[in-house]
């Protein structure tokens, strides 16, 4: 499946700035509200707290929209001495939330771009699905953003991404399919083009021995 762009995706990173952010106040008292809906008692000893709680995990969950994925990949370096191949990073542990559901999507992200002239920390591309991930996110969304301000900013001759996650509200509800990964992946420029760096990819994100 690949993933594609949509001029939605763009509205979210430049609508966010107009929403009049409500308080702390009444965002715990929303989360009260939906206690009350359970069936539960929000004034009970064991759930006085949980506004406060689940509203400070929300700012750890959500803390992608105050980071602009494109400012941490703007510092390069040059001196590469010549190095031509892909730069690829396996296994980013994946931890974002479903915007239909608001339940966790856990998963890894495999990435690789073959860089032209320049390339960019290692850990500048892991803070970049962070960032990403940090926010109510489709995997189809998040798989076409990371590929997107890659190609954007470092310009390179191709970029890899897969996301291989599950999604909690497959498996803990609805229909119920524990076990069930999805995988979404986006290649462009040379690994489009070039079956043999496609599957040099695909290769590189099997399991090694030292994974056993
Ligand atoms: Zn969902």
Redo the contacts with the bound molecule.
Sequence with gaps: MDASATPANVAVETKNDAIARPTREEAEAAVRTLIAWTGDDPTREGLLDTPGRVVRAYEEFYAGYKEDPREILSRTFEEVDGYDDMVMLRDIRLESH?E??M?PIIGRVHIAYLPVNRVVGISKLARVIEIYARRLQTQETMTAQISNVLEEVLKPAGVAVLVDAA?Q?MTTRGIRKPGVFTITSRFTGRFKEDSRLHDRFMQMIRPTPNDM
Excluded: R, T
């Design positions: 479903c239909h559901h339940v999604h509200c």
